[in-house]
């Protein structure tokens, strides 16, 4: 019995101390990886050798070694460490993409199911390699380029301390504008621009520590920024920048000298790149590698861009060389030849229907994208053109060595020039959003003008001040001017109080004047009426005379009728009517004789009258010259007073708008103080909230780490577990076969 005990107890002392070693052992040597080299390599080379190998790379896939399996195929990479559903290789033999592959069928189950697993373990080349998982790309996919977005990127608010500031303006390079916000990109030495094309002011400085920039593109949806340039000789990139927040997204590509042209793809998947390698590097924005690369060119790659709807790439040359290429498949679609001089400046229509091209032969050429023919030409600039833009509606903007900036319809007729610079040309931008046209010359110089009327509305700076000596002269300019503004106030002062006591007289002259005209009025009203008084009366006593005369010239003849018919009636004393004649002639004769009594007495009131009414007039008329004498004095000294006023008031004007301007100026340098003194403290503020965060991350790293050691004792730990719980197993099956071993020899002993 204590026999069988001390095996039993053995064993379990053995399973025991199995346990405590799995425990304890690096997890390395007890944790299996799914590898290329253990796992897949035999699948892909039974599989799909027979026609991806050295010997026959379809589709220039080779799947029998790791190398050549990750750079993948001309259609790009095929495997997505990590993402089995973005690995182009995993969905093909799923059969859920084509071409299916194998083509005969499926692959057992159980093998897919294996790859599955080795990509999602991050595709491991043998047990020595580290899962690296591809990060998910930063770039989103741009929107339909020919509507706006709903939401359109505007820039936040960012720093703008310049990189550098040199004391001679760098070359005007390039300019792009948002096709959807008033936002202006230039190109600067180590740093990109940002302005507002409405308010002409700086808002942002994003800061390009690769070299040069010699290229700024936003994309079609206007939420992503393109810079490319870099150090001459020695190195070339292109970087992105999120414009919603200011943020660096990326950058592309490792080109061996200072890049000339560059774009992005509408849908943000692709940047391509040239220079004087004389080649076109595609690159993917999700994985960072070349794509495609384009090898036709006999010259520098001077300009390059997309398509609107980005099924088209254009590239041109140093030699004229101009040519179309599929974007997604990197085809040669079309050669257009034309250009006998260097292809400065590539642009396409918003519908990419036509591609505009500009060259140092002095034309401008339109080109359709059905067959490639050229459907205009027409000489742009004498010397070359630098650079073309198309607007929204389809007009041309461009620039040249001749100096001068031009609008042009699409049959090439000039529709606006603007004022010549004072030196070459070079770059040129056009702002849908506020109908502004942009260019650039060799000096720095940047104008914005309004194309309508063709006036210059203010100019960009490619080498802005730094914070500090933007403060510090709007300091002294507010300095400057709230000095200037005591001696100011004090002749205004004086100068409204000399109007003032020169208004004051005029004022009181003013007064006399109206009560001089007033009383000239009543005066005047009262000759009016006296004259109408003896006119009227003149005039009755005409009628009264006349009456009177009429009166003396019927008397005789009335008395002598009256003479007659009293003779009459004498000799007809029976006649009644000549007795009734002579008594209404009598009575009429009577009648006469009063009525000129009466005319006579009127006539001598009339004659009284109108000699007292003459003598009013004459006293009236000496009144009214009196009157008219007093007006014509009050109104020269009025006007006297208005005229020395008119200088003063002119004096007291002048010195109120130089009081005012002096209070405009100082209140804007003040102004610009407080904004330069923010702009500051915002960097101020920007460099704790960046302290801030680094010790935040540098914590938060710390704890990751800890985390992941501890999910790693974790994950050691349960393998562990498992291991010696297989071995707690096997154990517990040794002691039940030696029970059962024990069990028969004790029936062979009975």
């Known amino acids: 019995m204590w026999k069988h005990q001390t095996i039993r107890y053995a064993v379990c002392s053995g399973i025991l101390a199995t346990i405590v070693t799995l425990l304890v052992a690096p997890a390395s040597a007890q944790e299996t990886k799914t590898t290329y080299d253990d796992h897949v390599m035999a699948i892909l080379r039974q599989r799909c050798a027979a026609c991806h190998s050295p010997d026959k790379k379809s589709g220039d896939l080779d799947v029998t070694n790791f190398t050549s399996l990750m750079l993948g195929g001309s259609s790009g990479s095929v495997i997505e460490p990590g993402d089995p559903d973005m690995s182009y290789l995993y969905s093909l033999i799923t059969h859920e993409d084509e071409p299916v592959m194998p083509p005969g069928g499926k692959i057992p189950q159980a093998e897919i199911d294996l790859v599955k697993t080795w990509i999602e373990m991050g595709a491991l080349e043998n047990q020595g390699s580290r899962a690296v998982m591809r990060k998910p790309s930063a770039v989103a996919m741009g929107d339909n380029p020919l509507v706006r977005p709903e939401v359109v990127a505007q820039l936040p608010r960012t720093a703008l301390e310049p990189v550098q500031h040199t004391t001679r303006n760098p070359v005007a390079a390039s300019i792009a504008t948002s096709p959807w916000a008033p936002i202006a990109a230039v190109a600067g030495k180590n740093q990109v621009l940002l302005y507002d094309t409405g308010s002409l002011q700086l808002i942002g400085v994003l800061p390009f520590p690769e070299g040069s920039v010699n290229v700024v593109r936003f994309s079609r949806s206007g939420s992503i920024l393109l810079a490319a340039g870099g150090r001459a000789g020695s190195s070339g990139v292109a970087v992105l920048w999120d414009v919603a927040t200011g943020e660096r997204i990326s950058s592309i590509g490792q080109e061996l000298d200072a890049v000339l042209a560059a774009d992005i793809s509408p849908d943000h998947s692709l940047v391509a790149l040239g220079g004087s390698g004389r080649v076109v590097n595609v690159y993917s924005t999700e994985t960072g590698e070349i794509k495609f690369t384009h090898k036709k060119h006999t010259d520098w790659v001077t300009s390059l ?284 004769l009577k009648s006469l004789d009063e009525q000129m009594t009466s005319t006579q007495t009127t006539i001598t009131q009339l004659q009284t009258a109108i000699t007292e009414s003459t003598s009013q007039v004459t006293a009236t008329d000496e009144k009214v010259q009196q009157a008219t004498q007093q007006l014509e004095t009050a109104k020269a000294s009025a006007t006297d007073l208005e005229t020395r006023l008119v200088p003063l008031a002119e004096v007291q004007n002048a010195a109120a708008a130089e009081y005012q301007a002096a209070q405009n100026a100082t209140q804007q340098a003040q102004n610009e103080v407080n904004r330069w003194q923010g702009e500051l403290d915002f960097i101020k503020q920007l460099e704790k909230f960046a302290q801030r965060l680094a010790a935040a991350n540098e914590v938060a790293s710390q704890r990751q780490q800890t985390l992941d050691e501890a999910n790693q004792r974790l994950q050691d730990a349960r393998s562990n577990v498992d291991s010696a719980t297989q071995s707690v197993g096997e154990a517990q099956k040794s002691v039940a076969e030696i029970e059962a071993e024990i069990r028969a020899a004790r029936k062979i002993d009975q």
């Not at 933007?470 to 300091?475: G, N, Y």
Request: charged fraction near 20%.
């Open 305 to 588: 861009a997309f398509s609107t709807d980005g099924v088209l790439l254009a590239t041109g040359d140093r030699n004229g060389g101009l040519q179309v290429w599929e974007s997604w498949s990197g085809r040669e679609y079309l050669t257009l030849k034309g250009h006998s001089a260097a292809i400065n400046s590539i642009c396409w229509r918003a519908d990419s229907n036509i591609l505009a091209s500009a060259s140092k032969d002095t034309s401008i050429r339109l080109w359709e994208m059905n067959n490639g023919s050229q459907i205009k030409t027409w000489n742009a600039h004498g010397g070359g053109a630098s650079a073309i833009a198309f607007t929204r509606d389809g007009r041309i903007l461009s620039t040249g060595v001749d100096r001068n900036t031009k609008l042009w319809g699409q049959d090439g007729a000039e529709q606006k020039a603007f004022a010549a610079f004072s030196d070459l040309a070079l770059s040129v931008a056009w702002c849908d959003e506020t109908s502004r046209a942009i260019a650039g010359d060799y000096t720095g110089e940047i104008r914005v003008w309004n194309p309508e009327d063709g006036n210059q509305l203010g100019t960009l700076s490619p080498n802005p001040l730094p914070l500090a000596s933007r403060l510090e002269a709007a300091q002294t300019q507010a300095a400057q001017h709230s000095a200037s503004l005591p001696d100011l106030q004090t002749k205004l002062q004086q100068a409204t109080a000399a109007a003032a006591a020169v208004k004051t007289e005029l004022d009181a002259a003013v007064a006399a004047r109206t009560s001089a005209q007033s009383n000239f009025d009543q005066v005047q009203a009262a000759m009016i009426a006296a004259n109408e008084k003896v006119s009227a009366e003149k005039t009755q006593l005409e009628t009264c005379q006349q009456q009177m005369a009429d009166c003396n010239a019927a008397k005789p003849l009335l008395a002598e009728a009256l003479q007659k018919m009293i003779e009459a009636a004498e000799k007809l004393p029976g006649d009644e009517t000549l007795q009734q004649q002579v008594q209404t002639l009598t009575e009429r």
